[in-house]
């Protein structure tokens, strides 16, 4: 997959997408990506990229120009036409729906604005898609870019080394990942759950099931209304349910 990103500081892009999983999966040709500064295709002395707000106001939006040449540079670099899309608070929000979506195309065009944001008739020309990552003000897309490019990247064929490991993620069914253990197995922070050394390997899943949805409907309620739960799932949420009353009442007394 292809990421072409329009960005003022490329070489933070390219820092990025240098380690890592990603880092990883660029140097095994799984993931490219480009950057292109409108720094490179504004005019003038100043190379000025933005100026100020029409009807006044605080701050500076950025230019069409020094946009549209980066964005018109980005698409001819490769055959297909990529979709644009501009990272900022306004977006839909980014959910794992939406990043396994993405991650299916062949290439797309990031475009990070900077300062007030961007002229509105540029998005209305050129944007097919507006992405937030969360409600939050950045100062700019460019980190944004970073996230998008990573939860895409490692989605990529071959990006994970265990292929498994994707689809065990927190969101990937609409549940929270369960807890995770390594050695010791005993250690003055704890002891690692018991059935997870039993070599049962029914028993280890039943658990990790039941530790997702609890976890889910301890942390998350909001996602487990989006869910119906077939009969299983409901049983071990409410074996999760009685055995977190449990616990509460010990930690009560
Ligand atoms: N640019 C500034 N804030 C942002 C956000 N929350 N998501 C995506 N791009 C942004």
Avoid at 69 to 94: E, H, N, T
Avoid at 163 to 183: E, I, K
Wanted: aromatic fraction near 6%; include cysteine.
């Amino acid at each position: 997959m292809r990421f072409d990103v329009v960005t003022l500081f490329p070489e933070f892009v390219r820092q990025c997408a240098g380690f890592g999983v990603i880092g990883r999966a660029v140097e095994r040709g799984l993931l490219q990506v480009e950057a292109w500064n409108p720094r490179d295709y504004a005019e003038g002395g100043y190379r000025r990229v933005d100026d100020s707000v029409c009807g006044g106001g605080p701050g500076m939006v950025m230019l069409i120009e020094p946009l549209r040449k980066a964005l018109a540079a980005a698409q001819q670099a490769a055959s297909d036409r990529a979709p644009v899309i501009y990272l900022s608070p306004q977006g839909q929000r980014l959910t794992q729906e939406k990043v396994k979506e993405l991650a299916g195309l062949p290439r797309v065009i990031l475009l990070c604005g900077r300062y007030e944001g961007i002229d509105e008739r540029l998005i209305e020309h050129e944007v097919d898609e507006e992405l937030s990552i969360g409600d939050y003000v950045l100062s700019g897309g460019d980190l944004a870019a970073a996230v998008v490019i990573d939860a895409i990247g490692r989605l990529q064929e071959g990006a994970l080394g265990d292929t498994q490991s994707a689809a065990q993620d927190s969101f990937s069914g609409g549940l929270l990942d369960c807890p995770h253990y390594t050695r010791p197995v005993s250690h003055a922070f704890g002891e690692v759950p018991a059935v997870l050394l039993s070599g049962d390997h029914a028993a280890i899943d039943r658990w990790r099931r039941m530790q997702s949805l609890g976890r889910t409907w301890l942390r998350r309620p909001d996602l487990l209304e989006n869910l119906t739960l077939g009969q299983d799932d409901q049983r071990l949420l409410e074996e999760f349910k009685r055995e977190h009353k449990g616990r509460t009442h010990e930690q009560d007394h």
